[in-house]
C-alpha cells in the first residue's frame, strides 16, 4: 500500500515538473533536480555539480526550444516504478508541438528520482528513442 501511494506522489510530482518545464522559466523548473545530477543526451554524458550548473543547461534546451517555436509537449505513455524506498523510475515518450500545432520531435526520457527531504528530486535524465520507454 505504501508504495503505491509513493508512485502516486512521483507521478504528480513528475507530472509538476512536465507542466513547470512547458513554460520555459529555467529557474522555475530548477527545484525538481536533485543536485548534484546527470544529463545523458544522445550526444555524451554531463554531471551538473551545482545548481547553477543545472540551471545553465535548462537555459541552453529552453532557448531552443524557444527558438523552434515550442508550445507544448503531450505524453503519450508514462511508466513510474519505485525501485527503493528512495529511488524511483520514470519512462515516458513525449511529443513537442510547435505555436502552430505542427510537430517538432518524438523523444523518449527516462529519468532516475530520489526521495529527499524536499520529495523527489531528478537526480538522472536520459533522452532516447520514443520507442524504447521502459513499461
Known amino acids: 500500500m505504501r508504495m503505491a501511494?509513493?508512485?502516486e506522489a512521483i507521478t504528480q510530482t513528475f507530472t509538476n515538473y512536465t507542466q513547470t518545464f512547458q513554460t520555459l522559466h529555467p529557474?522555475?523548473?530548477l527545484p525538481y533536480f536533485h543536485v548534484p545530477c546527470m544529463f545523458i543526451p544522445l550526444q555524451g554524458v554531463r554531471v551538473l555539480a551545482t545548481a547553477a550548473d543545472v540551471e545553465a543547461l535548462l537555459t541552453q534546451v529552453m532557448e531552443g526550444l524557444k527558438a523552434r517555436s515550442y508550445a507544448r509537449s503531450e505524453l503519450m505513455d508514462r511508466h513510474v516504478k519505485q525501485m527503493t524506498g528512495n529511488t524511483a523510475v520514470v519512462s515516458v515518450s513525449r511529443i513537442r508541438y510547435a505555436t502552430d500545432g505542427r510537430e517538432l520531435e518524438r523523444v523518449g526520457e527516462t529519468y532516475t528520482l530520489r526521495r529527499t527531504e524536499d520529495g523527489w528530486?531528478?537526480?538522472?535524465?536520459?533522452?532516447?528513442d520514443p520507442d524504447t520507454v521502459l513499461r
Open 5 to 7: 501511494r509513493e508512485e
Open 27 to 29: 529557474r522555475a523548473v
Open 121 to 128: 528530486k531528478i537526480a538522472v535524465a536520459m533522452i532516447h
